[in-house]
Every structure is written in structure tokens, then in C-alpha cells.
């Protein structure tokens, strides 16, 4: 019997274009972690903690990242101007996420470049959007140290704002400076390292 509630889901969000410029032109989705594709681990993390589906958006190398990297179950978008920065990548998984059906209450956005952000600062993230009704106006974000970090959690009313904010290698920065007195902030210092995977040297925390 199929499971069902009336709760609405939290959809993560990967956002996985990025064409590793700063790391000699190697897109992050295909960087090795734990001998795998780093965007599996990053679709495992966000499922893992709790969301329900999970929207992938690929650009840089994406036709071999399809052919690469297994992501059953994923909603898999690809943004023809991922070299134009972060912002069009988070207005192309929003996109993807309004035309899926069955919209979900939530998304959660996390970065694939992130691997010391595990399942339990996903969940600690998701369990802050609440329940329904107040699910869909929530916003709340991964803390280390008092300082705002990945993942963040839009809810579906959100959206649209955000994506129009959405420019540049911005992302949501402008929307959530914005909307800062909104935010809910969850520390994960203890659970999480928000480190990004940007430079050579940054390699060394993939081994």
C-alpha cells in the first residue's frame, strides 16, 4: 500500500553546474568522493535527511554526468548558462521544481561542492520549516558559528521572489539579505563543515 500524507513534502535541491574553473576547468559534479561522482553524495545527503524527492541541476560536462553519475529517482535539469554564475542555476532547479506536480511545501538548496555537510545538518534544516500551513512561507538556513551557510530551506511561496533576486554567482544572497529578520537560523557547527571544494588544495578534502 502506497504511503501517503497530508503533509507536503521538502524537495532538496542540488545545484551541481559549476565548471570547477578554479580547479583547472574540472566540473564539480565529476570530482571523485569515495569513488563516486561527488553529486551522488550530494543527492544521498539531502535524502538522507529527510526530503522526499531531489532536483539535480547539472551544466558544466552535463551530457557525462548523465552518463557518469547515478541518480535514480532525480528531476534532472540541465541550465545552458551555468557559465553566467550561480543565480540562473537556482532559477533553473525553481523552475524545475513549480513544472514537477505535486508541488512541494519547501525546497531545500544545498551545494554539490559541500561534502562535509551531512544528513544531519539536512535534517536539522528541514525539521525547522514546521508543519503545514507554515511550511510554504518558511525560510530557514544552516548556521556554523552564528554565521548563515548551506543548506537553505525556501518555502514554495518564496520562490518566485527568489528566483527573480536570482543573478549573477549570487544565488539567493540578495533575497535573504533582504529578508534576514525572516530567517530562521539552525546551528550545525556540530554535526557539519561547511567547507566548499574550490581550489587544488581544497582536493585533499575529498580523500
Not at 174 to 188: F, K, N, S, W
Not at 199 to 204: A, H, V
Request: aromatic residues 4%.
Amino acid at each position: 500500500m502506497a504511503h501517503t500524507s497530508e503533509k507536503p513534502q521538502v524537495a532538496g535541491l542540488v545545484l551541481a553546474a559549476g565548471g570547477g574553473r578554479r580547479l583547472g576547468g574540472r566540473p564539480k559534479a565529476l570530482l571523485r568522493y569515495r569513488g563516486r561522482p561527488l553529486v551522488e553524495n550530494a543527492v544521498r545527503v539531502l535524502r538522507a535527511g529527510g526530503c522526499r524527492s531531489v532536483h539535480v541541476v547539472l551544466g558544466a560536462a552535463a551530457d557525462q554526468v548523465l552518463r557518469e553519475a547515478d541518480l535514480p529517482g532525480c528531476s534532472v535539469s540541465v541550465n545552458a548558462d551555468w557559465e553566467y554564475g550561480m543565480g540562473s542555476s537556482l532559477r533553473t532547479g525553481l523552475d524545475s521544481l513549480a513544472a514537477a506536480g505535486g508541488e512541494p511545501g519547501a525546497a531545500l538548496v544545498s551545494l554539490v561542492d559541500q561534502p562535509g555537510i551531512g544528513a544531519a545538518a539536512v535534517a536539522r534544516v528541514v525539521a525547522a520549516g514546521g508543519s503545514p500551513p507554515a511550511l510554504t512561507s518558511a525560510l530557514a538556513s544552516a548556521a556554523y558559528g552564528g554565521r548563515r551557510g548551506h543548506p537553505v530551506l525556501f518555502g514554495s511561496s518564496r520562490w518566485a521572489a527568489v528566483a527573480a533576486s536570482a543573478t549573477g554567482d549570487r544565488g539567493a544572497r540578495d533575497y535573504l539579505r533582504e529578508h534576514e529578520a525572516e530567517i530562521t537560523l539552525v546551528e550545525c557547527a556540530d554535526v557539519a563543515e561547511p567547507y566548499d571544494i574550490d581550489t587544488p588544495e581544497d582536493l585533499g578534502h575529498l580523500e
